[in-house]
C-alpha cells in the first residue's frame, strides 16, 4: 500500500506541474514545465548525495575504524544480494542515520556517533537495515524527484508574480481567478504531497528493514530511543536535508506532537505510530 500510495502522489504532483505550466504559461507552457522539471531531476538524480553529505557535514571512514558498523552493514547488504555502501560518519551526540545515493551502486549510509554509544547490537543493525532499504527501494531517488517538481512549482508561481502569465486569462475574471488559485494553491499542495510522500517511504522503510533483520522490535526499540533523544539533543544539519534521517534531526527545541496541520507538514511519521506498526508486524494476531 506505500509503493501504491507513493506512484499516486508522485502522479499528483507530476499532473500539478503540468496543469499550473499551462495555466500560468500557456504558450509553450507545457513544454517549459518539462525541461524545467527534467532539469530538475537530472540535478538531484546525480548529485543529491553529494549535496547530503555535505550539508551533514558527514565524513567518510575506514572499516578499521568503525568495524561493527561495516561487519552490519555488510551483513545485511549481502543478505538483501546489494552493493556494500559506502559508510559515513558524522559527529554529533544526537542518535541518527540517514542513507542517500542514486541507485544501489552509489549507496551510502551515514550515521553519527551518538547512534552508536545508545545502540545496543541489535539495535544498531535494526537502524542500518532501515537505512539499507531506503537504497534498496531506491526511497532517496523518490524523494528526490518529488522535491524537485515542488520546487519547479514554486518557481513557476514566483516566475508569474513577477513577470506576469496566463495570457489571454488575465482578461478576464475567470482566467484570473484561476491565475491566482494557481499561484496560492499549487506550490502548497505541492509541499503537502511532498510530505505525504517523504511519510510513506519511512513506513516501507520501517517495514523493509524489520524483514530484512526478522526482528521487528529490535528497530521498535531504536526508535523509541532515537525518538526521546531527538526531542532534547540539538543536532546542527541543514533543513534540505533532514527528512533524509530516520528522525527529523530538527526536533529539538520544537513542541512535541502537534494538531492535524503539523502532521501534514511532517517529513516523518510519528514516532508512536512506527513503533506499532512495527508491534503488529512482530504480533500479528495479538
Same mark, same amino acid.
Not at 486569462?169 to 502548497?188: C, E
Not at 499542495?189 to 524483514?211: P, T, V
Not at 533543513?239 to 512535541?256: C, F, H, T, W
Given at each position: 500500500m506505500n509503493n501504491v500510495k507513493t506512484v499516486v502522489l508522485l502522479a499528483l504532483l507530476t499532473t500539478l506541474l503540468w496543469w499550473m505550466a499551462v495555466t500560468l504559461f500557456p504558450n509553450g507552457g507545457f513544454w517549459f514545465g518539462l525541461v524545467l522539471a527534467a532539469l530538475f531531476n537530472l540535478g538531484a538524480y546525480f548529485f543529491s548525495d553529494k549535496m547530503a553529505l555535505a550539508m551533514s557535514r558527514?565524513?567518510?571512514? #575506514?572499516?578499521?575504524e568503525l568495524p561493527q558498523v561495516y561487519a552490519t552493514v555488510r551483513y545485511l547488504a549481502e543478505t538483501a544480494e546489494m552493493p556494500m555502501p559506502r559508510i559515513y560518519l558524522i559527529d554529533s551526540p544526537q542518535p541518527n542515520a540517514f542513507a542517500t545515493g542514486r541507485n544501489p551502486r552509489h549507496g551510502v549510509v551515514a550515521v553519527t556517533t551518538g547512534l552508536l554509544q545508545i545502540m545496543n547490537r541489535g539495535e544498531l543493525e535494526g537502524v542500518l537495515a532501515h537505512e539499507l532499504s531506503h537504497i534498496r527501494n531506491r526511497d532517496i531517488l523518490i524523494s528526490s524527484v518529488a522535491a524537485m517538481i515542488a520546487a519547479a512549482l514554486t518557481i513557476l508561481a514566483r516566475m508569474a508574480f513577477w513577470f506576469g502569465g496566463g495570457g489571454r486569462g488575465r482578461n478576464n475574471s475567470a482566467g484570473a481567478i484561476v491565475m491566482i488559485v494557481a499561484m496560492i494553491v499549487a506550490p502548497i499542495a505541492a509541499i503537502l504531497i511532498?510530505? !505525504? /510522500? $517523504?511519510?510513506?517511504?519511512? @513506513?516501507?522503510? *520501517? %517495514?523493509? =528493514?524489520? *524483514? &530484512?533483520? +526478522?526482528?521487528? &522490535?529490535?528497530? !521498535?526499540s531504536a526508535l523509541g530511543k532515537i525518538g526521546i533523544a531527538t526531542e532534547r539533543i540539538p543536532m546542527r544539519?541543514? *533543513? !534540505?536535508? $533532514?527528512?533524509? @534521517?530516520?528522525?527529523?534531526? &530538527?526536533?529539538?527545541? $520544537?513542541? %512535541? +506532537? +502537534? +494538531? =492535524? /496541520?503539523?502532521?501534514? &507538514? $511532517? #517529513?516523518h511519521p510519528p514516532i508512536?505510530?512506527?513503533?506499532?506498526?512495527?508491534?503488529?508486524?512482530?504480533?500479528?494476531?495479538?
Amino acid at each position: 500500500m506505500n509503493n501504491v500510495k507513493t506512484v499516486v502522489l508522485l502522479a499528483l504532483l507530476t499532473t500539478l506541474l503540468w496543469w499550473m505550466a499551462v495555466t500560468l504559461f500557456p504558450n509553450g507552457g507545457f513544454w517549459f514545465g518539462l525541461v524545467l522539471a527534467a532539469l530538475f531531476n537530472l540535478g538531484a538524480y546525480f548529485f543529491s548525495d553529494k549535496m547530503a553529505l555535505a550539508m551533514s557535514r558527514a565524513k567518510p571512514v #575506514t572499516e578499521e575504524e568503525l568495524p561493527q558498523v561495516y561487519a552490519t552493514v555488510r551483513y545485511l547488504a549481502e543478505t538483501a544480494e546489494m552493493p556494500m555502501p559506502r559508510i559515513y560518519l558524522i559527529d554529533s551526540p544526537q542518535p541518527n542515520a540517514f542513507a542517500t545515493g542514486r541507485n544501489p551502486r552509489h549507496g551510502v549510509v551515514a550515521v553519527t556517533t551518538g547512534l552508536l554509544q545508545i545502540m545496543n547490537r541489535g539495535e544498531l543493525e535494526g537502524v542500518l537495515a532501515h537505512e539499507l532499504s531506503h537504497i534498496r527501494n531506491r526511497d532517496i531517488l523518490i524523494s528526490s524527484v518529488a522535491a524537485m517538481i515542488a520546487a519547479a512549482l514554486t518557481i513557476l508561481a514566483r516566475m508569474a508574480f513577477w513577470f506576469g502569465g496566463g495570457g489571454r486569462g488575465r482578461n478576464n475574471s475567470a482566467g484570473a481567478i484561476v491565475m491566482i488559485v494557481a499561484m496560492i494553491v499549487a506550490p502548497i499542495a505541492a509541499i503537502l504531497i511532498r510530505m !505525504a /510522500i $517523504s511519510r510513506s517511504r519511512e @513506513y516501507q522503510a *520501517d %517495514r523493509s =528493514g524489520a *524483514d &530484512l533483520t +526478522g526482528q521487528p &522490535l529490535l528497530l !521498535a526499540s531504536a526508535l523509541g530511543k532515537i525518538g526521546i533523544a531527538t526531542e532534547r539533543i540539538p543536532m546542527r544539519v541543514n *533543513d !534540505a536535508v $533532514s527528512q533524509l @534521517y530516520i528522525e527529523n534531526p &530538527l526536533k529539538s527545541g $520544537s513542541r %512535541r +506532537g +502537534g +494538531g =492535524g /496541520i503539523m502532521k501534514l &507538514l $511532517s #517529513t516523518h511519521p510519528p514516532i508512536e505510530s512506527r513503533i506499532e506498526v512495527l508491534e503488529e508486524m512482530a504480533h500479528p494476531f495479538s
